[in-house]
């Protein structure tokens, strides 16, 4: 069973979060929010309120929170703010303020790795009999 929560328009760069968000891509709900809390980094915190918005819904659900892990995190780039900063002789530069989107998806079902089948297949080659 698949639970997603979604954070939108949280304002931080898309790139800050997509580091953090690897990290804790596959692993237990518990094990991901105490990493997330301890890593020190800005975008912790919407990725921290994803995952608890998905718990919420696995335990209105009436399901063990300890079943589930993260199966896959996805962080899109929202709009950005667009901002000058007065620079000399009467001109300006743009400073673009980036808006991101998570998504978070926990599942309860563990996928095995699927083995891929090799078949070998004799081609004939130019100058062989």
Do not use: Y
């Not at 596959?26 to 890593?39: I, N, P, R, Y």
């Not at 989107?101 to 095995?112: S, Y």
Request: net charge positive; no cysteine; hydrophobic share 35%.
């Amino acid at each position: 069973m698949n639970f997603i929560s979604k954070q939108r328009f949280s304002k931080i760069a898309p790139d800050k979060i997509r580091i953090l968000s690897s990290m804790i891509k596959g692993q237990k709900v518990d094990w991901a929010l105490a990493q997330l809390e301890f890593s020190g980094k800005i975008g912790s915190k919407s990725l921290i309120n994803a995952i608890k918005q998905a718990m919420d819904q696995v335990k209105v659900k009436g399901l063990n929170i300890d079943d589930f892990r993260i199966s896959t995190t996805q962080v899109d780039e929202g709009p950005k703010l667009k901002r000058r900063r007065i620079r000399h002789q009467g001109r300006s530069t743009m400073i673009l303020k980036r808006m991101s989107h998570v998504a978070v998806i926990l599942t309860d079902e563990i996928k095995p790795k699927a083995k891929k089948e090799t078949t070998k297949e004799v081609v004939a080659t130019k100058g062989s009999k």
